[in-house]
């Protein structure tokens, strides 16, 4: 596991010590060993245990650091799932590259319950925007998140899109103009404060009634429990690249 000593992969080892069906065989951070029952290494090219899968839970700021990873797992034939964000275009060229020799698994939300409503979403997004449903998406975080809107709630609004062919445009702000909501767009809204981990609803609004979907987060276990299924399911893959969808099927 790239990452092991931050606050995520901390959670990931703590979840996987009560799973008999994983085990974490190495750490990969540059801060060191820490209190990891298992041996740690300052990057994944110096690791000479056999694993079956990386889940990289480590920070995209460092570009070349990113790029290295992926050819690293591709020298070892690794498949990888990459649960960091907020990749550049030059990143993200090194991650489809690698995908085309190992398994690859990125996802904007790792939970599971989050990427079963993104299924759920486009059902319902095909009976109800027909119908005349407007589309709205209200997502809170935590004071100290820096973008808005959050990655899950485009993800979400790209799943009611999928369903409708691309028709829908999103709109961020209603301040600066002073018109009616048009039928196809889809709101998105963001608040920001305390330690919100993730909140998500995705309203749809007709005639009448009013149907919310809505979503969760009360620790960020549920992202580590979605990364360890997801190395689960990617161990022994063909090489390619996967979401989250493919895990819960």
Same mark, same amino acid.
């Given at each position: 596991? !790239?990452?092991?000593?931050?606050?995520?992969?901390?959670?990931?080892?703590?979840?996987?010590? $009560?799973?008999?069906?994983?085990?974490?065989?190495?750490?990969?951070?540059?801060?060191?060993?820490?209190?990891?029952?298992? %041996?740690?290494? &300052?990057?994944?090219?110096?690791?000479?245990?056999?694993?079956?899968? =990386?889940?990289?839970?480590?920070? #995209?700021?460092?570009?070349?650091?990113?790029?290295?990873?992926?050819?690293?797992?591709?020298? *070892?034939?690794? %498949?990888?799932?990459?649960?960091?964000?907020?990749?550049?275009?030059?990143?993200?060229?090194?991650?489809?590259?690698?995908? +085309?020799?190992? #398994? =690859?698994?990125?996802?904007?939300? @790792?939970?599971?319950?989050?990427?079963?409503?993104?299924?759920?979403?486009?059902?319902?997004?095909?009976?109800? &925007? %027909?119908?005349?449903?407007?589309?709205?998406?209200?997502?809170?975080?935590?004071?100290? +998140?820096?973008?808005?809107?959050?990655?899950?709630?485009?993800?979400?609004?790209?799943?009611?899109?999928?369903?409708?062919?691309? #028709?829908?445009?999103?709109?961020? $702000?209603?301040?600066?103009?002073?018109?009616?909501?048009?039928?196809?767009?889809?709101?998105?809204?963001? =608040?920001?404060?305390?330690?919100?981990?993730?909140?998500?609803?995705?309203? /749809?609004?007709?005639?009448?009634?009013?149907?919310? /979907?809505?979503? !969760?987060?009360?620790?960020?276990?549920?992202?580590?429990?979605?990364?360890?299924?997801?190395? *689960? /399911?990617?161990?022994?893959? %063909?090489?390619? @690249?996967? $979401?989250?969808? $493919?895990?819960?099927?």
């Amino acid at each position: 596991m !790239r990452g092991c000593n931050g606050r995520m992969g901390q959670i990931i080892s703590g979840i996987a010590a $009560d799973d008999d069906s994983v085990e974490i065989v190495a750490g990969v951070d540059i801060t060191g060993q820490g209190q990891n029952a298992y %041996p740690v290494f &300052a990057n994944l090219k110096d690791c000479d245990v056999e694993a079956d899968v =990386v889940i990289d839970f480590s920070n #995209a700021s460092v570009v070349q650091e990113m790029i290295e990873l992926m050819e690293t797992c591709m020298q *070892k034939g690794l %498949p990888i799932v990459l649960c960091t964000t907020g990749l550049n275009e030059e990143q993200l060229y090194a991650v489809n590259e690698a995908s +085309k020799h190992v #398994a =690859v698994m990125r996802s904007a939300n @790792m939970s599971l319950g989050i990427n079963v409503l993104l299924k759920l979403l486009k059902e319902a997004a095909g009976v109800l &925007a %027909p119908a005349g449903f407007d589309i709205e998406i209200v997502e809170k975080h935590h004071n100290q +998140k820096l973008d808005a809107p959050s990655g899950t709630a485009l993800a979400l609004a790209d799943s009611v899109n999928d369903a409708m062919d691309g #028709a829908y445009e999103y709109v961020y $702000d209603r301040s600066q103009v002073r018109q009616k909501r048009e039928k196809k767009e889809i709101g998105i809204s963001a =608040v920001r404060g305390g330690t919100i981990v993730g909140d998500h609803d995705v309203i /749809f609004a007709g005639p009448d009634e009013v149907i919310t /979907f809505s979503h !969760r987060a009360y620790s960020r276990a549920v992202f580590g429990k979605g990364a360890l299924e997801a190395a *689960k /399911f990617l161990a022994g893959k %063909p090489a390619g @690249m996967y $979401d989250m969808s $493919d895990v819960i099927g």
